[in-house]
């Protein structure tokens, strides 16, 4: 019973130092305020690690693929507009 509930105790805190001192990130230079309330963004008072507290992991990947993808929308958006005023 004890290891469950160590278990449970582990599965709410942050990944890499354990504390329970976790808030969920609400702005990011990268998201904006859609960004990290996609991807479950959220920070570690205590050492400042941020991850996914879904998966408990580094949104890192989610992020870069994240900007690539509003880059290229944007990029679109601009040739098109740009195109049409020709």
Known sequence: MTDQLQEFNNDNGCPKCGSESVSPVRYTWWGGLLGPKMFHHTKCESCGYRYN??????????????????????????????SSYR
């Open 53 to 82: 507290s879904k998966t408990r992991k580094s949104n890192t990947t989610a992020i870069i693929i994240y900007s690539v993808v509003l880059f290229v929308i944007a990029f679109a958006l601009f040739y098109f507009l740009r």
